[in-house]
């Protein structure tokens, strides 16, 4: 079965601490991304990569970055976690020229 | 104004009702156009595809009106299993790699 996996379901993170985000995918999709959602706010599109060590910003990249140094794994970095970024995160991939997205489970990060 | 804005609900109805779901877009350079489900603490799952000639998919009929720029979804004969959060989704036009904005999504409960 083709699987999004991310590496953690839950995490509690100080305010201030580096944070990594890994999502390894196993089905050779070219397209990876990370989401947050919020409550009232739907699915926001932080970053996205359709390449290895390529990178776009999506619509919310402040205090964000990302790193694709494989084909497979996509990570998101909260370089300086802060309460606001207390969400569910969301890694999904598709294959290059399609739109019918897998995703992970996700994983509901809390800053305190 | 969001890209795509849906009516949140929570839309309540018995089992065996006809229940219908509107989006609207505001990108017209968006050129395809999807319903995703998410079920209760899981991620998000494609439902179907939305073409302007209006396709089906058993119990499911989905509607594009590019004109007004407006997306459907009609559900009938509602299951208990349809309760969902149904997130209208489309493509970010131009060369999007694959980029998709999703809607806030909608609540669905089938009550017995």
């Known amino acids: 079965d083709v699987k999004v996996t991310q590496s953690s379901r839950y995490l509690v993170k100080r305010t201030g601490e580096k944070v990594f985000l890994e999502c390894v995918q196993d089905m050779d999709h070219e397209n990876m991304f990370w989401y947050r959602q919020d409550p009232g706010l739907g699915l926001r599109l932080i970053y996205f990569s359709y390449d290895v060590k390529m990178k776009e910003k999506g619509d919310i990249p402040e205090g964000y970055s990302v790193s694709r140094e494989k084909k497979e794994r996509f990570s998101l970095i909260l370089e300086s976690a802060s309460t606001n970024q207390t969400s569910m995160y969301l890694c999904a991939s598709v294959k290059a020229g399609r739109y019918g997205y897998t995703f992970g489970s996700g994983t509901r990060l809390t800053v305190v | 104004r969001k890209e795509v804005e849906q009516d949140p609900g929570p839309f309540n109805v018995p089992e065996g009702a006809t229940v219908a779901f509107n989006c609207t877009y505001s990108n017209s350079a968006s050129q395809s156009f999807f319903w995703y489900r998410q079920d209760c603490r899981k991620e998000p799952k494609l439902l179907m595809s939305v073409y302007s000639s209006g396709n089906e998919d058993g119990r499911f009929t989905a509607q594009l009106n590019r004109a007004s720029q407006y997306i459907s979804l009609l559900i009938r004969d509602s299951k208990l299993s349809d309760s969902a959060t149904y997130l209208c989704?489309?493509?970010?036009?131009?060369?999007?790699?694959?980029?998709?904005?999703f809607g806030q999504g909608t609540i669905l409960t089938v009550h017995p």
């Open positions: 989704v489309v493509t970010a036009g131009g060369t999007s790699y694959g980029k998709l904005t």
